[in-house]
């Protein structure tokens, strides 16, 4: 009963901040579905881009650059980091098995993890030229953080976007082909490469673009920023379906919902289980549901984007 | 000639594992250490080999059979006395029990395979993508739940007080029951009808394989030599339940792509060589005296060496130092020796 008091009862604030999480979390998850609707690649190490980019913010902040520089510095860098990571991993590795390249991103993951602690240290550094929007508007007792109307506003922008470059561009088209059938594609005249490339640049823009979000959210960057926000969207797109650019925002966005909201809302005895719930989710998905929660019903798994 | 090649596949890592041991017998006590981390990770990795290797199925979630293991030896091999102070919430029954070394890590290996049945159950239907996300799940929720179920282990805190019963005996031991389960497991019908499964599914099926079937077999057999290698681990030195997690995942991963995944030479060689260049990049992170000066690498190094290896080998040469092929003496050399014996 107590349970149920708790999730009913839980306030309007708890509610709020919930849904800011799920707007940056459905951010990150339009990355991520992007690059596996174009790559067939699941990115593990989509997280340390984010990093990187927290880590230009930082460094622009410590020598007192203005805010706009601190930005165009982390685009820069995360956009470099993302193309550079498909140029010397991912396009060698074009054609392997999933898993195979789901273990290398693993290991760039790790790989870019390491180089920050050696760079920076263990001991993180402050990115807090945004901070303004952590300010609380106050509407009838309840503090909505400017961020978060901000993040649901950018993240439902974005997806607007690239619904549309997908759906109604000649790239977006010349993309959906190569995610469908990249040697078809490619007999068809769809420059391929330049296509891959092209959908890595734009998940290069949108991690940045979660890099200025999450610095707000949570300003201290460490060597692990991100990563457990990845894990977790990268969870809610295999719940919410991975083949479709929707599902896999809405999956993002259940998920940063739902962990911002039973955090907020239950007890720590029994918000410290979370994660085994969530991923336990994930596994009946699988199991039960392979093509997600969202997906269309009866839908082939022919759409992939 | 069969035969021949039957003795090799077993003998080559049993040398090499005798041969880690040996050289752990001649140094320094501080570098045995890693010696006998050398030797428990060959368990881990070939245990790992077991399932990866011979299906091709990807599992991120062998860790937790690791950790399963260790907590399962660690809570039972420590002395009575020692267990309120760590762990004041555990269970009654693991209380007031304690049992001796052998016996904690034969009932590790019997826990490690008894989970990986109840996970192997539902998950082996999965595979490529879906059985990457989906082990990577368990290994999520395994790593949340010993954190913070004080029942049956020491959650957050650490497992001192185990005794720290493996040295290079032991770990040599545990290693080469590994590598001669792996090895009868590979040369089995078992071994070889899942290996079909592995290059081709649908013809395998054709035949009377069961994909499933076959999968939860090695599923099984490779959590008892995680749940074993577990508990080697937790006897070797104190760990929590932030060593068994990603960073292990990682490396042990990497060990395995590293040297082939696709054969036990692989394994037992990925093993050895990324445990000695990790091994001495530890030491040159706290600093280490070479000939013509002192060598002190900044913290975070290992992983980024580990990490380019792997990368590298992922690109330039993908199934692993060893090319995924058992041990590598030239066919004609082989030849040479059968025709003079039976000349």
């Not at chain 1, 174009?38 to 460094?59: C, D, P, S, T």
């Not at chain 1, 990115?127 to 303004?132: D, E, F, G, K, N």
């Not at chain 1, 955090?263 to 699988?286: C, D, E």
Request: aromatic fraction near 8%.
């Amino acid at each position: 009963m107590t349970f149920v008091a708790t999730v009913l009862g839980a306030d309007w604030q708890t509610l709020a901040d919930a849904f800011g999480l799920g707007g940056i979390y459905a951010l990150m998850a339009v990355g991520i579905g992007l690059v596996f609707g174009v790559l067939r690649l699941v990115n593990f190490a989509y997280g340390q881009l984010v990093m990187a980019g927290a880590y230009a913010l930082a460094f622009a902040y410590e020598r007192g650059w203005p805010v706009w520089v601190g930005i165009i510095l982390c685009f820069a860098v995360v956009v470099t980091l993302a193309v550079a990571m498909d140029w010397v991993v991912f396009r060698p590795l074009r054609g392997h098995s999933p898993a195979v390249m789901l273990v290398a991103t693993f290991a760039v993951a790790f790989l870019m993890q390491s180089i920050a602690l050696l760079w920076f240290g263990p001991l993180g550094k402050i990115a807090a030229s945004l901070s303004a929007l952590n300010q609380p508007w106050t509407i009838s007792g309840v503090d909505i953080r400017k961020i978060s109307i901000v993040a649901t506003a950018v993240a439902a922008g974005c997806l607007l976007a690239l619904v549309l470059l997908l759906g109604r561009t000649r790239v977006g088209l010349h993309m959906r082909a190569a995610a469908l059938d990249f040697q078809t594609a490619r007999l068809l005249g769809v420059r391929a490469n330049r296509v891959i490339g092209s959908a890595v640049l734009v998940s290069g823009l949108l991690a940045a673009t979660v890099a200025v979000m999450l610095t707000v959210q949570s300003p201290l960057v460490t060597p692990d920023f991100a990563l457990r926000d990845t894990i977790l969207v990268l969870a809610g797109v295999v719940l919410g379906g991975m083949n479709r650019l929707i599902s896999a925002t809405l999956g993002g966005f259940a998920i940063g919902f739902a962990s911002g909201f039973l955090g907020g809302a239950l007890p720590t005895n029994q918000s410290q289980y979370l994660p085994s719930f969530l991923f336990a989710a994930v596994i009946l998905v699988l199991l039960i549901r392979p093509r997600g929660l969202f997906a269309r019903a009866g839908q082939q798994a022919v759409e992939r984007v | 000639m069969r035969h021949a090649h039957a003795v090799l596949e077993l003998l080559a890592p049993v040398v090499l594992v005798v041969a880690v041991a040996l050289f752990g017998t001649l140094v320094s006590s501080s570098t045995q250490t890693y010696v006998i981390t050398t030797l428990v990770n060959v368990s881990i990795v070939v245990a790992l080999y077991v399932f990866i290797g011979n299906s091709g199925v990807l599992s991120f979630g062998h860790v937790s059979f690791v950790a399963v293991g260790a907590w399962t030896a660690g809570v039972l091999s420590m002395p009575v006395a020692e267990k309120p102070a760590i762990m004041p919430n555990l269970a009654a029954f693991l209380r007031d029990t304690t049992v001796g070394n052998v016996g904690s890590l034969a009932i590790a290996a019997g826990v490690g395979a008894a989970y990986a049945l109840i996970v192997g159950l539902p998950l082996m239907r999965l595979s490529g993508l879906a059985a990457g996300i989906a082990t990577f799940g368990v290994l999520e929720i395994t790593h949340n739940v010993l954190r913070y179920w004080e029942k049956i282990g020491p959650g957050l805190n650490t497992f001192s007080a185990v005794p720290e019963t493996t040295g290079l005996g032991q770990a040599a031991v545990g290693a080469l029951i590994a590598v001669a389960v792996a090895f009868l497991y590979q040369r089995s019908r078992y071994g070889r009808m899942l290996r079909a499964t592995r290059e081709d599914a649908p013809a395998a099926r054709a035949v009377g394989v069961s994909v499933y079937g076959q999968r939860l077999v090695a599923f099984t057999l490779s959590g008892a030599l995680a749940g074993l290698a577990g508990g080697l681990y937790v006897h070797l030195l104190p760990v929590n339940a932030e060593v068994l997690y990603l960073d292990l995942t990682f490396i042990t991963l990497a060990m395995l792509v590293i040297g082939g995944a696709t054969s036990l030479w692989g394994a037992v060689v990925g093993a050895v060589v990324v445990s000695a260049v990790d091994s001495f990049l530890a030491e040159a992170e706290n600093g280490v005296h070479l000939p013509g000066g002192t060598l002190d690498l900044p913290s975070g190094t290992r992983i980024v060496v580990v990490g380019t290896l792997m990368a590298l080998v992922l690109i330039v040469r993908p199934a692993g130092l060893t090319a995924g092929r058992e041990v590598p003496l030239p066919r004609a050399f082989l030849r040479g020796v059968l025709t003079k014996f039976s000349a």
